[in-house]
């Protein structure tokens, strides 16, 4: 497996391989000290599959997108709260990098009304086979990091994330308004 991951390194078109793509988001909370810790809820599902010719071209990048909704999760834990969100669902443009809720558009300064489909395409191409996981342009010393596969019980992606929050100069005035309230 490892070796397969690492034969897509620094390729951000890595369809002739690849026939589907998922990426599962997970929420870290904010205790009452006001110190970060994972959990396991997972807030949003987002699946990318490459329909292919039969000369293994891309036909159509089809896409698979859930949520976390608060009702659903309250009345149905098992379901782990997730609702399905169609291509055409409604959905605010991404901005570049920017991607918060309803980011206001370069020289409009409003946010933009789309579908959720074309969402998808400011950051994965407008035939959405843009691989980011692999699409490095430049890496110090131009060696591409190898692929290194984490345990998902021991929370080790959310360690990483945490760490480098709680440096955050933002995330310490954070702190500082948790320790007030003590
Ligand atoms: C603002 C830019 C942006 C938008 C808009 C965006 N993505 Fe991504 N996407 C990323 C980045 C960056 C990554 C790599 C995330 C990581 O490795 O943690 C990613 C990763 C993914 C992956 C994992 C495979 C890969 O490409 O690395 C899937 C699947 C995915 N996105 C689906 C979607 C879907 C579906 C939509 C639309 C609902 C969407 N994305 C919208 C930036 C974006």
Redesign the pocket.
Known sequence: MNTFLNGLRGDRYSLVDLN????VTQLLLINPEGRLIPTSLTTEV???LFEKTPDGALKRTS???SEIARRQLLNSPPSGGLVIEGENAP?YR??????TFASPQPFLGTPILVR??T??????GSD?S??????FESFRNGDIPPVRQLNPLAHEAADAVMEKKAKQKDFESLRAFFDRSQ
């Open positions: 589907g793509v998922a990426l987002q699946v990318r896409i698979q997108v959905a991404a901005n570049g990098n920017d991607y959720l489909r969402r998808c395409t400011a950051c994965h959405l843009r691989v980011m996981t692999f699409a």
